[in-house]
């Protein structure tokens, strides 16, 4: 009996990836609670047969017997790679061995960083550049080069017969659930998600994608993580706000209290914030999942941190965290820093030494010693007052 699915995602089109229902880290830094998928797509020409891309290491089975069920993998002539990470790369040498015809095909970075964690079969490469084209027999394969979505040798491939963009990360959503975007009431705040913890840090770059492929008749967007675009405007139209760095009046609040203080700061400051029309979104970091702090960074105005300070510095959860969103280099304009300590300070300086020198403007700080007093909490009214009349202006 066969159990795989191979949904045919246009004609002669189908998807042979994997679901990784379980799966609840990647990179040892982004948590995925729907887990994901490595999503992977054969070409049948009328001629020739391509792949595009691969699978995650531990898939390979599966994946050869996908391939088998809709094509022959003995008889695949080309193995297109868009990048080289390995959730995609990492099958090419396992494919290769078994489709001793097979070309992989990349652009020149491609063979560069595929090098690096794989020993590419000699003389089976051939090298495209940004617009050439190999013909199937029907159906042509074009190749975009876009580089830096999230490595530096990162490729769309286009399929214009049948108005098919593979757009590899770029788009995607870690989720291991439904083919089609239909399928996911809740899939754009998935991809605002990965958009925050996979490409925000190259949003020029992705703005630059998207004015290459503008005019392309765009009817399935099929990226390598997560559904199926049948509407592909559903994912376009907020990229093209996220890459702009598009906020909105939101301040986003993430803090660490050990004893109290710092938690009334800010909860001082998020009400104050919200009487004045802001919205604000509170995330504590001993218990947030970082991929909600990184979908809430990609179009937040203000960043508010918070935290005591521990053994002359910030508190752990709250320098990783602090180090998290300068590397993530979210769009945000402005930013607070509130915290308290016992007998000695730190925290404050810690924090504005990372965070300085950045694009974000540090409307406010205040350091408490102890409980925060009346007038403490009266001064970060200040500051809430001051941050919003900033924000809306
Ligand atoms: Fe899904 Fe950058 O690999």
């Known amino acids: 009996m066969e159990i795989y699915s191979v949904p045919e995602i246009a004609k002669d089109v189908f998807w042979v990836g994997a679901k990784d ?27 020739k047969t391509a792949l595009i891309d691969t699978v995650n290491p531990g898939f390979e089975e599966e994946f050869k017997e996908k391939i088998n069920l809709v094509s022959s993998l003995e008889k695949l002539d080309y193995l297109i790679m868009n990048h080289a990470e390995p959730d995609h790369a990492s099958a090419i040498c396992y494919i290769m061995d078994r489709a001793p015809g097979s070309v992989l095909v990349t652009t020149e970075r491609g063979v560069k960083m595929a090098s690096i964690y794989n020993d590419l079969p000699e003389g089976r490469i051939k090298v495209v550049a940004n617009g050439d084209t190999i ?17 530096p040798e ?41 958009y925050g913890e996979i490409m925000m ?21 099929a990226p390598s993580h997560g559904p199926i675009y049948k509407n592909p405007q559903r994912i376009i139209e907020p990229y093209a706000k996220w890459t702009a760095g598009e906020t909105e009046n939101k301040a986003l609040i993430v803090y660490v209290s050990m004893w109290g203080s710092t938690k009334l700061m800010v909860r001082t400051i998020a009400e104050t914030l919200l009487k004045e029309g802001v919205d604000v979104r509170v995330y504590d970091l001993e218990v947030a999942d970082t991929g909600d702090v ?3 960074l990609v179009d937040s105005r203000a960043i508010i941190l918070g935290t005591p300070t521990v053994l002359a510095g910030m508190h752990p959860l709250a320098l990783y965290g602090t180090y998290l969103v300068k590397a993530l280099n979210p769009p945000a304009k402005y930013g607070v820093i509130l915290g308290s300590f016992g007998w000695g300070g730190g925290a404050l300086k810690q924090a504005g030494d990372i965070l300085v020198p950045s694009k974000m403007e540090v409307v406010g700080t205040l350091q408490v010693k102890g409980k925060p007093r009346e007038e403490d909490l009266k001064r970060v009214e200040e500051i809430g007052l001051e941050l919003a009349r900033k924000m809306k202006a």
Request: aromatic share 14%; with cysteine; hydrophobic share 40%.
């Open 135 to 151: 013909d199937l027999g029907g159906k042509t394969l074009r190749f975009i080069e876009a580089p830096w979505l999230h490595w």
């Open 21 to 47: 229902w379980n799966r609840r880290m990647f990179d040892a830094l982004v948590p995925l609670p729907q887990g994901t998928s490595y999503n992977a797509y054969l070409v049948k020409g009328e001629e």
């Open 201 to 221: 840090p190259f949003g020029k770059m992705g703005t630059k994608a998207l004015e290459k492929i503008k005019d392309l008749d765009i009817a399935v967007l």
């Open 154 to 194: 990162t490729m769309f491939t286009y399929l214009p017969e049948d108005k098919v963009l593979f757009p590899c990360d770029f788009f995607g959503a870690h989720t291991a659930q439904g083919v089609y975007d239909e399928d996911l009431e809740d899939l754009i705040p998935l991809a605002k998600r990965y």
């Open 294 to 296: 990184a979908r809430e």
